[in-house]
């Protein structure tokens, strides 16, 4: 894996027909775009009529190039009143438009209105599923960078529509021969479509190996014919068990916890239609670890581009896309000290993270520091409560404060809260655990994978520095607006002291020293907060659901899961960054839709990663 995608080149000499000086090859009809996308696209699938009275239908496109077949589909969408209640259109491109090209592209563009919201949400130009909201998130994008070729295997989803838009076949062969058509079969729905404007003979064999009736219709502008398709395998393909939606007709959900995991899920359980219930324990939203006055947000990067990497690149561009649309105050902009690389080798991707001098840094941070730095534009910092608000309000649910869950049952077809003396809290056919630290008693086996660890933040009220845009490296600073610093923070496994340390005080104050290089650090804080974080052996999150019950299966994509249960936990030092992602996946896990990660990590974020391992490999 790559971090960063080369960019398109387009030829706009022709203002009627933009090119690929690589493929030769023009990225539309000179009839037009939009009456191309609508007659070859739209209507080769059956579209609009075809989502009528449906909850959601998924387009996967190959090829989004200017991204005009994704217009012509959300007008369509926009028009019709019969309309899908969701449509989530999936889209593979291996040379993404730089933004300045994509708004010429669209510069005299009918759907003028739509054009401009995609520029304002087209992101960084980083590999792997970008998840862009549109219509309040009935609508979704989900972009994939890079060779569709490798995205194919790494998607989660059952499409309903193809648009195989590559260029042409004779010189873009590789996004239509039998292992890319076999690649999306794979994908395909029970009564899946395939259209397009080619006609060659060898992709029509493809897509008749791939498992298609393969037909012809009339074809747009000077093209008499044009193909399309309907999946009708001689053998339906069976859904990895493990990838089985988890509550697919749920419309009422309970969530335990209102931190930020519990207020992320109801966000993105709400788009998708589902009514929450949000069930704590405390007088408040937001009162346990997610009750810390700041906090940073960022992803990182590593060399080789591995899980960690790649799922802190999807859930911290989830995390800005989350913050912009909810409105959120917060301190934009991140810079993490580099210990390792010098400036020279450090290699960004524009817009996602820039590496910079340390001159540069310290023009940035308004002081000097003596190494240099990632700086993250779209990273930051804010104060958790007031994202949890923020994302409970969005969602509409119902919070029941005051209220501790003492035990669960499954029954009648959903779950059941119980309290300490089995009185039925709430009922629904989707329960999300979404509880931190506190819920551990009921995670059963789950829990012995499990660390908390509490954490002691130290606020310095006039600091000798205040840094003028977060920052982090052997510890963080961040300001708090009125001369003062929250800087942090310690970590101790197991333990239970609610009291604030002079210590851990002091570790914190001896980290802010280094950052802002002072010869000694100041003098000891008036205030701070205790919190504990719930942490997993490899630092990554527990998302999704647990084993039915028997052996578990070799694969976690095989493994039969309990219905209507969905884990998503152990946010460890990252609860802000990951939340917006991890409440996406819990309603993708839940409802059925595409997951808007690759399925590497999907397996990377399983709850039974530590119990299948452990069978693999007994303890001696
Ligand atoms: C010192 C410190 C500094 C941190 N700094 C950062 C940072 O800079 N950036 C960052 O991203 N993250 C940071 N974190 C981590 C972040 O705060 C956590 O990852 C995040 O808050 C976890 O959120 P959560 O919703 O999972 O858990 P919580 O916020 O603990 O919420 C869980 C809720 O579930 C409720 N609950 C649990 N069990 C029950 C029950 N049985 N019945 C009813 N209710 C129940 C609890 O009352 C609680 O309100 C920090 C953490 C600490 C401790
Ligand atoms: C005809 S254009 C697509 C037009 C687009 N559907 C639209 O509505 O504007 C073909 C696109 O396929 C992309 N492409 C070519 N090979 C690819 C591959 N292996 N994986 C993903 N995309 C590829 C090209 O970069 C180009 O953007």
Redesign the pocket.
């Known amino acids: 894996m790559t971090l960063a995608i080369p960019p398109a080149e387009v030829d706009f000499s022709d203002p009627g027909a933009p090119a690929s000086p690589i493929y030769g090859d023009v990225y539309h009809a000179r009839a037009g775009a939009l009456a191309q996308s609508r007659h070859v696209f739209l209507g080769g699938s059956g579209l609009p009529g075809r989502w009528h009275g449906r909850d959601r239908f998924v387009v996967l496109e190959t090829g989004f190039g200017l991204g005009n077949n994704f217009l012509a589909t959300w007008d369509a969408w926009r028009q019709d009143p019969a309309r899908c209640r969701r449509l989530v259109f999936v889209s593979l491109e291996k040379h993404p438009l730089r933004r300045e090209d994509l708004a010429r592209a669209h510069a005299a563009q009918p759907l003028s209105e739509l054009a401009a919201q995609l520029l304002e949400r087209w992101p960084p130009l980083t590999s792997g599923l970008h998840s862009l909201a549109f219509e309040g998130g009935r609508v979704e994008l989900l972009l994939g960078l890079g060779d569709a070729r490798e995205l194919l295997r790494e998607l989660v989803l059952q499409a309903d529509a193809f648009y195989l838009d590559g260029f042409a076949p004779s010189r873009n062969p590789e996004l239509w021969d039998d292992y890319l058509l076999k690649g999306l079969a794979r994908h395909a729905a029970p009564g899946a479509t395939a259209a397009t404007w080619s006609i060659s003979r060898p992709m029509r064999r493809a897509l008749t190996a791939a498992g298609f009736e393969v037909g012809l219709a009339p074809g747009f502008a000077d093209k008499p014919e044009m193909t399309v398709a309907q999946f009708a395998p001689r053998h339906t393909p069976q859904r990895p068990a493990g990838r089985e939606p988890l509550a697919p007709q749920a419309r009422e959900a309970v969530i335990?916890?209102?931190?930020?995991?519990?207020?992320a899920c109801a966000w993105a359980l709400a788009r998708e239609g589902v009514a929450c219930t949000v069930?704590?324990?405390?007088a408040a939203?937001?009162?346990?670890?997610?009750?810390?006055p700041?906090?940073?947000?960022h992803g990182t990067v590593n060399p080789d581009d591995g899980p960690h990497a790649r799922f802190n690149r999807a859930a911290a561009l989830a995390t800005q896309r989350a913050v912009a649309e909810l409105g959120l105050a917060h301190q934009p902009g991140l810079l993490r000290l580099e210990t390792r690389l010098a400036h020279g080798d450090m290699h960004g991707a524009a817009g996602y993270v820039q590496p910079l001098t340390a001159a540069d840094a310290s023009a940035l941070a308004g002081r000097a520091l003596g190494q240099p730095c990632w700086f993250y534009p779209g990273g930051g910092?804010l104060p958790?409560p007031a994202y949890?608000q923020a994302l409970l309000a969005a969602s509409g649910a119902t919070v029941r404060l005051g209220?501790?869950?003492?035990r669960l049952r499954e029954d009648d077809g959903g779950w059941s809260?119980l309290d300490a003396a089995g009185g039925v809290i709430a009922h629904a056919p989707l329960l999300v655990l979404?509880?931190?630290?506190?819920?551990r008693?009921?995670l059963g086996e789950l829990a012995a994978d499990l660390v908390t660890?509490?954490?002691?933040?130290s606020h310095v009220p006039q600091a000798p520095w205040c840094p003028a845009v977060p920052i982090?490296g052997d510890g963080?600073a961040?300001a708090d607006g009125l001369g003062g610093v929250w800087c942090?923070?310690?970590?101790q496994d197991d333990d239970a002291d609610p009291d604030l340390r002079d210590a851990d005080h002091a570790e914190n104050l001896a980290r802010y020293a280094r950052l802002a290089g002072l010869a000694a650090p100041p003098t000891a804080p008036l205030a701070g907060?205790?919190?504990?974080?719930?942490t997993t052996p490899d630092r990554l999150p527990l998302i999704g659901g647990l084993a039915a019950h028997g052996p578990l299966a070799e694969q976690l994509r095989l493994q039969p899961r309990r219905p209507g249960l969905v884990v998503?936990?152990?946010?460890?030092?990252?609860?802000?960054?990951?939340?917006a992602l991890a409440g996406q996946l819990v309603a993708a896990m839940a409802l059925g839709g595409p997951r808007p990660l690759a399925a590497d990590l999907l397996d990377a974020v399983d709850p039974l990663r530590f119990a299948l391992r452990r069978q693999r490999r007994p303890p001696r």
Not at 285 to 292: F, T
Not at 294 to 297: M, S, V
Not at 434 to 439: I, S, T, V
Not at 453 to 457: S, Y
């Open positions: 335990l916890g209102a931190g930020l995991a519990g207020a069930v704590d324990a405390l939203p937001a009162q346990a670890s997610s009750g810390n700041a906090g940073l947000f910092a958790p949890v209220t501790a869950v003492a809260l979404a509880g931190g630290h506190a819920q008693p009921l660890q509490r954490g002691q933040l982090a963080y961040i942090g923070a310690t970590a907060r205790v919190g504990w974080r719930l998503c936990t152990a946010f460890g030092s990252r609860g802000i960054g990951w939340a």
